[in-house]
């Protein structure tokens, strides 16, 4: 039994005797006073993180066939791979061992575990990986410390899309609470990105956050914008994507059109670093244009899995790590008692996920537990509910966004080094 199960355990059983012995002394129901909380009982809580990664397999599954072969144009839609069942089980993607190597570090470390401590966790992972990731990987076992390692004086990638498809973990461990989801940003954002490329992932973060109690997407959206910079250009394209779909409701082909023109043509908007701009046939893994094919697919999706998953594929450029993205967030909302059968049904529970620790059951065991952290940490509690049930009780907290940094003029970088005591924790060397 790791640390952080022990830790849960003893947590349930405590919740468990304190609300027992307030209602055998003639109490009732916990008075919260009159603190604005978000309630939600843990099994509803586990019903939605669960769908949550399910989601993120289907789109990443659903969308692999297609990953960059449609550049600056729009994946026909008789070229649209067909869902099959088995689909589901993806166990060999980056998109996913990634963040799995993060929630491991928080299950032996915990939430309060130092940037540096993930630094070197991560630099002793031995998965492909690539852009911003490969870079910071490499950064950091040449002994450059985080947040060095994904600063643009070290990291030609810093406003890849790295962090933004790795960031969905940080949500589905914190519902109702952006400002963990935020928190965590810097934490492991700061391995490989830098400005965007880190606004980007706490951005998806904290619309996991708000989709454990909210089903409107253009709600979770601006929850999500409230939690990243409003002077970023990347709050910048959130907002422009919310105005043009205001402007073309039923047609996601015009607003994506839109985002070609400003955010992959034009050379005062695209990713400056690692793509640069272009155009039509132009490879480009900025986090601003990928995070804008995400909320094309939930903002034109209808609540649907499968329209949501299809139309942030059909946007082309990273086209399974988007659709991932869309579908996790759009199937918290739901939960899974709630998913159509077809993305359930084929579901593998004891395979476990490639370079993790991980099965599927393992992932729900360990987000639940880290869940109950994540609330405590917060300022909340935990409740006991019937029949052995909890009952989250969860302050609501405006979120305090990062500070204001961009790549395309970063700040100067003192020292950033790890000690010989921290370099000799770091074996992996290739």
Known sequence: MTPLAATFRSRLLMAQLLVGAWLVAGGGAPSTGAEEVRRIVASEYVDKMKAGWIGQMAGVGWGFPTEFRSLGQIIPADQTPEWRAETINQFEQDDLYVEMTFLRTLELHGLGCSVRRAGIDFANSRFPLWH???????????????????????????????????????????????????????????????????????????????????????????????????????????????????????????????????????????????????????????????????????????????????????????????????????????????????????????TRFSHTEYTFTDLIRVSHELAVEAVEVSGGRVEAAGEGDMTFVIPVVEPRPSRLVASSAPEPIGPSRFTDVERAQITATD
């Open 132 to 350: 911003a990731n490969e870079a910071g990987r490499a950064n950091l076992r040449s002994g450059i410390a985080p947040p060095g390692s994904g600063h643009p004086l070290y990291n030609a990638h810093a406003d890849d899309i790295d962090y933004q498809i790795e960031a969905d973990f940080s949500g589905l461990i914190a519902p109702g609470m952006p400002q963990v989801a935020i928190d965590l940003g810097e934490k492991f954002g700061a391995l490989m990105n830098y400005g965007d490329g880190i606004y980007g992932g706490q951005f998806v973060g904290a619309m996991y956050a708000e989709a454990f109690f909210e089903t409107d997407v253009r709600r979770i959206i601006r929850a999500g914008l409230r939690s990243i910079p409003q002077a970023s250009p990347y709050a910048g394209m959130v907002r422009d994507v919310l105005a043009w779909h205001d402007e073309n409701p039923d047609n996601w082909e015009a607003t994506w059109a839109l985002c070609e023109e400003k955010y992959h043509k034009s050379p005062a908007h695209s990713h400056h670093l690692c793509s640069g701009p272009g155009g039509e046939g132009h490879f480009s893994i900025d986090a601003k244009l990928n995070g804008a094919y995400i909320l094309i697919g939930l903002l034109y999706g209808d609540s649907d899995p499968s329209s949501t998953i299809v139309i942030a594929m059909r946007c082309g450029q990273d086209s399974d790590c988007n659709p991932s993205n869309a579908a996790g967030i759009l199937f918290t909302t739901l939960g899974y008692t709630k998913l159509p059968k077809e993305y359930t049904s084929a579901l593998d529970t004891g």
